[in-house]
C-alpha cells in the first residue's frame, strides 16, 4: 500500500513539516482494551511469532489513535533465542535469562542470528504490513549494551553490578560479547528494512547506568560499528536512550539519524547541542495520567520547547505505562493535529 | 574537640586545599565487617535511638578510612516518626509507610517536627561525636521531593506514578505537603547545625525522576524556601541529587552552597555551568567493585576531569553498595591522599 502520510519520515530527514509527526513508543500494549483482549488468548511470544495476529496488534493503535507511524510489535529480546539464549517473559517484570551470559563459556555459547531462520515470522509480519499500512512502519531492536544488561544480569536491573563488573573486570571477553550481539542485531535490523521497514529504532534503554567514561571506552565503539552497518539499509534510524543526558554528545558521534530522547533531558539544551539533527520526544509518560489540562500544558510547552524547528518527531520519554487511560493517548495525537489546523 | 583537619570546609567556600578531601556517602554500611558485627544486636532504627552506639557507627569509618570527614550515621526516614508517619525498614527494599499519605486527610495528619521531642538522640549523638571528631561531622536530611515520593508512594518506587499523579492532579494539596515537609526538615537540619554539625547535606536522591519543567513549577520554590531557612545555621550546605543532570541549573538556583553530582553528570560540563560553585563527587560506586587498576584509572580521571580547581569535594556518585570490599574503599582515600604527597 502506497504511504498516505510520510511525516515521520521528512522529519526524520530534517525536511519541514506542517506539524510534528507523532506516535509513542509501545502504543500497542495494555492500555488498550482491544489489546487487553487479545493477551486473554495469546501470550506476547504466541503474538510475535504469529504474524497475522502480530499484524493486528501492530495496526491496533495505528486505527485507534491516527498516529503517524506503526511500530512493529516485538519484545527486544526476540531476536535472542536464535542465538540460544533461554529466556522467557514474566509479566510486570520483564525478561528472565535462564542460562545467563557471565562467562568465557556464555560468551562462546552465543549463536550467531540468521534472521530469516530465527525469526521469519518478524520478517512475514513486515511483508503483511507493508500490504496495510498508511503510514510508515518502524522496525526496531535492543542495543547491544541494554540486551548484554539483560543477558549478564539475567534480568531487569536497578544497579548493574554485574554487567559492570564484566566490564571493568573482564574487559576483552566484554567487548566480544558486544561484538556477537553488534553484528547480530545489524543483521536483524537489516532483515526488517529489507523486509519492508520504513525506519528502524535502536533501544538503548538502560545504557543511562554508565558514566561518560564508561560509555566512551566499553559501548560507543560498538555502536559506531553498528549505525555504520545499518547505512545500506538505507532507512533512517532513532537512536534512543534512557538517562542519557550526559551520553547525548557520544550518542550522536556513535550514529542515528534522529536522537531519542527522555524526559530527563531538556529540549532546548538537546535541540542547541545536536544543532540540525532531528529528535524524537520527549514527553513524561506520567503526564498521560494527568487531567487534560495539565496534559494540554505539558504538550503544548514541548512544542513551545522545539519552537517549530523541524525535525522533531512527538512521543513520550519512554513507553506507555499500563495505567494510562486510552483517550489522553488519543487527545494527545489531537493536541498535535491542532497544531498543524 | 578541635578539628585537626578542615579540608571538606575549606573546599565548600571554594578555597584552595592541597588535595580535594575526600568521604563517602554511606561510609557507615554493610560493606564494613565491624558495621555488621553491631547489625547482630541493634537494628538500624535501634542504633539511630542509642546515642553512643550511634556514635561509635559514625566514627568506624572515620578510624578505619582516614576520611576527611564523618557523616551522622541516621536514615532519611529518621524525622518522619516525629511527624506521626508511621513506617518501617526493611532490609534491601527501605522504608516501607505503613500510612501513605495520599489526600488531604493524610497530609493534614502530619505533625509539625519538634526535634528537641522528636529526635533528641540525634542531637546527643552529635554533641558526643563533636567531643570526638578529628574531622568535621556532616548532618543530613532527605529532601522534600525524595520524602514525599516514599510517603505518596508508600515506600520505594521505580516509576513515581502516584506522587506525580498528586503532583498533577492536586497541585494546591501537593504544595501542602511540601510546605510541611520543609518546614520540618529546615527545623531538623537547623537543629543538627546548632548541636554542632559543621556541615549539612540536603539528599534529594529521587528528584531526578522529574521533567525539569515539573522541577521548576513543583519542587524548586520548595527548595528556595528550605535553602533560605538554612542561611542562619551558617554552616555549608550540600544539594545533593541523583538523575540530576537536566536540573542542575534549576537546582543551583535553589540554593546550596555545594551541588553534588551523580556519575551520570560530567564534571567538566558541571564545572562550566556552576562556575565557581563547589563539586561533590562523582565516582560511580560499581567502580568500588572492579580490580584495583581501574579504581585507580577512575579516581585519576576525575581528578583529571576536575583540573586541579577548587571546590572539589570528592566523593561517589550515590552510596557505597554492600557488596563493596572494604580495603577497596581505602584504596581510594589513599589515592587522594596521594594528590598532596
Known amino acids: 500500500m502506497d504511504l498516505v502520510n510520510d511525516l515521520i519520515l521528512r522529519a526524520a530527514r530534517g525536511e519541514p513539516t506542517p506539524r510534528p509527526p507523532v506516535w509513542f513508543m509501545r502504543q500497542a500494549g495494555r492500555y488498550q482494551k482491544a489489546y487487553r483482549k487479545l493477551r486473554e488468548r495469546y501470550t506476547l511470544p504466541e503474538i510475535v511469532q504469529n504474524p497475522e495476529v502480530c499484524a493486528e496488534v501492530t495496526l491496533l493503535p495505528v486505527k485507534a489513535l491516527g498516529v503517524d507511524a506503526a511500530i512493529l510489535f516485538a519484545d527486544i529480546t526476540t531476536p535472542l533465542y536464535g542465538m540460544g539464549v533461554d529466556l522467557s517473559l514474566v509479566e510486570n517484570k520483564g525478561p528472565v535469562i535462564h542460562n545467563p551470559v557471565r ?33 510508515p512502519l518502524i522496525g526496531f531492536a535492543g ?13 531487569p536491573s536497578r544497579r548493574f553490578l554485574r554487567v559492570k563488573a564484566l566490564m571493568y573486570g573482564e574487559e576483552a571477553l566484554w567487548h566480544r560479547l558486544m561484538e556477537k550481539l553488534t553484528e547480530a542485531m545489524a543483521r536483524y535490523l537489516r532483515a526488517q528494512a529489507e523486509a519492508g521497514a520504513d525506519l ?130 488519543r487527545y494527545v495525537v489531537e493536541l498535535i493535529q491542532e497544531v498543524a489546523a
Open 103 to 135: 562467562d568465557e563459556k556464555g560468551v562462546e555459547a552465543l549463536r550467531p542470528l540468521v534472521p530469516e531462520e530465527a525469526v521469519p515470522f518478524v520478517l512475514e509480519t513486515i511483508r503483511i504490513l507493508k500490504r496495510e499500512l498508511p503510514v
Open 143 to 155: 542495543a547491544p549494551f541494554t540486551l548484554a544488561s539483560y543477558l549478564v544480569e539475567g534480568g
Open 200 to 329: 528502524l529504532q535502536v533501544f538503548d534503554s538502560w545504557v543511562g547506568a554508565l558514566s561518560p567514561a564508561d560509555y566512551r571506552r566499553y559501548v560507543k565503539p560498538h555502536m559506531e560499528r553498528l549505525f555504520q552497518s545499518l547505512r545500506p539499509a538505507g532507512v533512517p534510524v532513532i537512536h534512543f536512550g534512557v538517562g542519557t543526558m550526559g551520553l547525548l554528545e557520544d550518542m550522536k558521534e556513535a550514529g542515528g539519524d534522529v536522537l531519542g530522547l527522555d524526559h530527563h533531558t531538556p529540549l532546548p539544551w538537546a535541540r542547541a547541542l545536536l544543532g540540525a539533527t532531528p529528535v524524537q520526544g520527549n514527553l513524561d509518560p506520567a503526564v498521560l495520567l494527568a487531567p487534560k489540562g495539565v496534559i494540554r500544558r505539558e504538550v503544548q510547552r514541548i512544542l513551545k520547547e522545539n519552537g517549530g524547528k523541524s525535525g522533531h518527531i512527538f512521543n513520550l520519554g519512554h513507553g506507555i505505562v499500563p495505567e494510562t487511560p486510552e483517550e489522553n493517548v
